[in-house]
Structures are given as structure tokens and as C-alpha cells.
């Protein structure tokens, strides 16, 4: 019998009560995240970030993992990619910026299937060199990306055909999307793969892209958990086991 496959989640670092517990320091992700991993045939196992040594054994965690997935969560500190602070970019993390890089690095170097969305959308696009828009609005002129933080709308995302993007999506798809930052320049090897459909003459956002030379490589702006679409979760575990 096949061995199920085993993919890694990153995590937020937050504070929780619950129990008898009060407001204690804690690595938290929603459900819906891992609970999609499930459905698509593996098992989902958390990575905490460790203040102390955030990129410290990420190697011989990659080993045991057959896939990662790079959550949402808080905008990056601009300085991670060269830029400062603009007046509207939010909270960040360094040591979750620190883990998450190096995750995604050692994952880029070893070929391990990997899924991206929102904030790992942009932690991958830096991994690679690139620069992240730090407030999508200065670009489009609107907040319809994300009309308030946490809060998620339905947008029309224009998959490039011929993609693995419109393949798992199709080429015009309704997506849950939340977000005030994008990707600007693009990482080393990245390719577009879906932009945001805008009114005329409004620029379009990067949406998706894609790394050719990968194995299997899909990284979204938005928020599939969020509505609960299986198709992304599905493609990384048939990647995963199409190798086998």
C-alpha cells in the first residue's frame, strides 16, 4: 500500500485564550487549511516558527515532507526585499518572514512540490528576488482587492491558457480575495500565470504565477480555503503522488 503523503503548513505566531487558558503565545492556522490537505488524500502536519532559531533545521524538515504549503497572514517587512515601510503596508513578523524564506528557498532548491497563497504568494515572489506592490489601491485606484483586513469578496481572476493555473482553475474563475499588497517586480523564473480583471483602463494585478523549471510550483493572490475549493490542494497531492 502506497505510503499518504505528508505536507507541511506554516503557521501564524499569535496570542489565543481558550480553556483556562489566557492570552498565551501560540502557532494557530484555520482549519480550512488543513482540512482541505486532508480531503485531497494526505496528511497535514503544522510548522511552527521558533523565535530562538527560525531557520534552524528547515533541511531536515524538508526531508520528511513530500509538500508544503505557504499560508496567508501578515504583510512582509519591506526591508526583506530592499524597500521601506510604506504608510499603509501593515503588522509584520521577521521571524515568520525569516522561517517562511528559508522554507521556501530550501523547498525551491530541492524541487518539493509546493502551494503558495496570499502572504506565501508574496514570500515566494521575494524568495526569488522580486518586490512586492505594498498597497495595491496606489495601482487600481480602489480597495475592491480588500475592502477592509479580514474581510474576503468574490473577484474574477483571467488565467493565462496553457497554464497548470487555468488547468486546475479554468481561464476565468470567481475567486475569494483578500488582499492590499501584490506582487511588483517578479522573482527570478516566475512567469504570470492569472491577472485580476479590472474595469477599462484600470492596471491589472498579478494574480498567479508559475516557476517552469518546477516540478510542480502553483502560487495564488488569493484565498481557495476561503471558499473551500479543493482544486489546488488536489494538484499538489497528484503532483506529489503522480511521482511515485
Request: net charge negative; glycine share 10%.
Amino acid at each position: 500500500m502506497a505510503r499518504m503523503p505528508i505536507i507541511g503548513l506554516t503557521t501564524y505566531a499569535e496570542r489565543a485564550s481558550w480553556g483556562s487558558f489566557s492570552d498565551v503565545p501560540v502557532a494557530l492556522i484555520q482549519d480550512a487549511y488543513h482540512g482541505l490537505v486532508a480531503r485531497a488524500g494526505a496528511r497535514p502536519i503544522l510548522i511552527p516558527q521558533v523565535a530562538e532559531q527560525p531557520v534552524a533545521g528547515v533541511a531536515e524538515l524538508l526531508d520528511v515532507i513530500d509538500g508544503l504549503v505557504v499560508i496567508g497572514g501578515l504583510d512582509m517587512d519591506p526591508a526583506t526585499y530592499g524597500e521601506h515601510r510604506h504608510p499603509s503596508t501593515g503588522r509584520s513578523d521577521t521571524v515568520r518572514d525569516a522561517s517562511d524564506l528559508a522554507l521556501v528557498r530550501g523547498a525551491l532548491e530541492r524541487d518539493l512540490p509546493l502551494l503558495a497563497i496570499c502572504r506565501g504568494h508574496q514570500v515566494l515572489n521575494v524568495a526569488l528576488g522580486g518586490t512586492l506592490l505594498q498597497h495595491v489601491p496606489d495601482l487600481v485606484g480602489h480597495t475592491d482587492h480588500q475592502i477592509a483586513a479580514g474581510t474576503f469578496v468574490e473577484r474574477e481572476v483571467a488565467c493565462v491558457p496553457g497554464t497548470m493555473t487555468a488547468e486546475v482553475f479554468g481561464e476565468l474563475s470567481r475567486v475569494s480575495c483578500s488582499h492590499h499588497q501584490a506582487i511588483d517586480r517578479l522573482g527570478e523564473g516566475l512567469v504570470v500565470s492569472a491577472w485580476s480583471v479590472e474595469a477599462e483602463g484600470v492596471p491589472q494585478v498579478i494574480e498567479a504565477v508559475e516557476r517552469p523549471e518546477s516540478n510542480f510550483l502553483l502560487s495564488v493572490q488569493w484565498h481557495p480555503e476561503e471558499s473551500g475549493d479543493l482544486r489546488p490542494f488536489t494538484a499538489l497531492v497528484g503532483a506529489i503522488t503522480a511521482d511515485r
